[in-house]
């Protein structure tokens, strides 16, 4: 976590605006719907694999896997990238025995993506991180794409999970929603004030002598950077009980020339995921208390370990839509073992014309919520 590595994070001056640029103009080719077309596909995939039960584990079933199946389409990867990439990272930054293996894991896949847009480029963050005029040198560009798989994930997984709770048992958050006065990025901001995604940053050093609030730093010194203290700071916030709709100016996503230049795709994936599961699942509720809610700390965050929920039982959609190009797949690992190829399918039978029909109008809808 603190080591240093060729990252845009552990640089400064010149060096960080030559690795920052590459970071950040390869997101901002990205089309924005887009992003949220592919988060309107892969949250109802996720929705149709519980909504015939009338229950579901909304962390385990939903936040941890809406943001790596979205990032993993945006980097260049194929679907079937995402559930040992969610594993992986889970394990490296809980920080157990296994997490250098981990972390070793997800650089060999993410070296393999390099080599693979190398020789066949795409329209994705992968290809456009290589094709960028800082001109990154391979362990550069892999490094840069754990940086934003590794923080994008942990961060609007966090999001997600925490948006729910609050969502499902805070009043002023439901009647607001359910009355029009409040949007789910309204409820997604307030959640970023409250109960910021990473509670604390590492790796940051003070390059020379100083004072800060009264506390002596000396050059050298390794700073931790509470955010979520920052945030709930009585000399801006002398009441956290009234809201800050419209209010960015958290800590959430740091600030300065480090701030998080994915935060947008973050609260995207956020918002757009849940409101899609609200649609899908208007009856939704939490199957507990909210005092029954487990949590569990770590180095960079207090995260939610479970949002169990029940709502009426519901058919799952019709399957829809194309996958990733074909790229070799990832790395063998007895820890996130390889997926089984998917069953060779029976030719299909003719489809009503009325079938169809209906078919096509739920994709029109499904294609207009992405907007």
């Known amino acids: 976590m603190v080591a240093w590595q060729p990252l845009c994070v552990f640089a400064d001056g010149e060096e960080h605006e030559r690795l920052r640029a590459a970071v950040t103009e390869s997101m901002n080719r990205f089309d924005r719907r887009g992003i949220r077309r592919y988060v309107v596909r892969f949250a109802n995939q996720l929705v149709d694999s519980f909504a015939a039960d009338g229950k579901a584990e909304l962390v385990e079933q939903f936040a941890e896997h809406l943001p790596m199946l979205t990032l993993t389409q945006l980097l260049g ?22 997490a250098i293996a981990s972390n070793e894991y997800v650089m060999k896949t993410l070296r393999q993506l390099v080599a693979a847009k190398r020789a066949l480029p795409g329209k994705d963050f992968a290809s456009w991180l290589l094709e960028h005029r800082a001109d990154l040198a391979d362990d550069e560009a892999a490094e ?30 439901r009647a607001s929603l359910a009355g029009g006065h ?20 590492y790796g940051r050093w003070a390059t020379g002598d100083t004072e800060f609030a009264d506390q002596k730093i000396k050059s050298g010194d390794l700073l ?12 801006i916030r002398p009441d956290l009980s009234v809201p800050v709709h419209g209010n960015r100016s ?46 569990e700390s770590s180095l960079l965050s207090r995260r939610l370990m479970a949002v169990p929920v029940r709502f009426t039982p519901r058919e799952p959609e019709a399957a829809q839509v194309t996958g990733s190009p074909v790229m070799p797949m990832p790395p063998e690992s007895p820890k996130f073992p390889a997926p089984a190829p998917p069953p060779q399918e029976a030719p299909a039978a003719p489809v009503p014309a009325s079938d169809r029909v209906r078919a096509w109008w739920r994709s029109l809808t499904r294609w207009l919520r992405a907007r």
């Open 77 to 98: 990867m194929p679907d079937e990238y995402g559930p040992r990439l969610v594993d992986a990272a889970r394990d490296m930054l809980k920080g157990t025995e296994t």
């Open 144 to 173: 840069h794409l754990r940086l934003v798989l590794i923080t994008a994930y942990e961060t609007t997984a966090n999001l997600i999970a925490n948006t729910l709770r609050m969502v499902l048992t805070d009043p002023r958050f």
């Open 182 to 201: 409040m949007t789910l990025p309204d409820a997604v901001e307030q959640v970023l004030w409250d109960a910021p995604p990473f509670g604390r940053v």
């Open 224 to 235: 931790v950077l509470g955010l979520a203290a920052g945030n709930i700071d009585p000399a």
């Open 250 to 295: 958290h800590l959430s996503f740091s600030s300065g020339p480090h701030e998080c230049p994915g935060q947008d795709i973050g609260r995207a994936i956020a918002d757009t995921g849940i409101d899609a599961l609200l649609v899908r699942l208007p009856d939704i509720e939490l199957a507990v208390l909210e005092d029954q809610l487990d949590w």
